[in-house]
């Protein structure tokens, strides 16, 4: 069995019980990058930790080597024992590592997928806001928002670095007063940041690890 487990936003707290109870019996753990390993080992201190890094990368050609130098990975440790892949936020939330769980089962290997708490949902909790309620549509768009037709009456932006100057300009035109601006970066890490000062988040430069609520007002 390969288990892909969701480890949520980063907060050791928000893992669920079962993602918990499948770290504490696999045999190998792969994670990638070393934020996700130092989660990792405070949780699974008996398997074997295999940190590995994952190259982001916009070229389809590239990113598909590296899914399957991953596979090959993961196939080289999952013949005699039961292993897992984590993943921060969820698997299935524009999770490049699902790729490599799509290839696993089309060469017949047993897969599991764990949820977990997504950024945006974590975020919408720290700011004490509710995503949608009623008849209320929501959007999630990844660091793609380019004009105001894109938006539902909820919109959650991840990856905001790709879009900065959109987000900014729509921030400062005469539409920005029928709506709210929720920014957060590092959702539920020791240096999280939110704020719904509009001068405020003019004025910061948005990191790789940021996201945006925006709510119509209604």
Known sequence: MVYFISLGPGDISMLTCEARDVLASVCVV???GK???EL?????????????DITMSSDRCAAMVEYDRICSLIESRASSHDLAVVVEGDCSVYASVHYVMDMLADKGYEVRQLPGVPSFVAAAAQAGISLVCQDESLVVLP????????????T????LSRCEDYVKHLMSSSTADSMEFHYFENV????????????GIMSRKFPYFSLMIIKKKR
């Open 30 to 32: 792969i994670a990638s």
């Open 35 to 37: 934020r996700t390993t």
């Open 40 to 52: 990792v080992r405070r949780v699974c201190a008996k398997a074997e930790l295999i940190e590995m």
């Open 143 to 154: 660091g793609s928002l380019s004009s105001v037709s894109q938006m539902a009456d909820t």
């Open 156 to 159: 959650v932006v991840m990856k």
């Open 188 to 199: 539920c890490m020791p240096n999280s940041f939110y704020s719904k000062n509009v001068r």
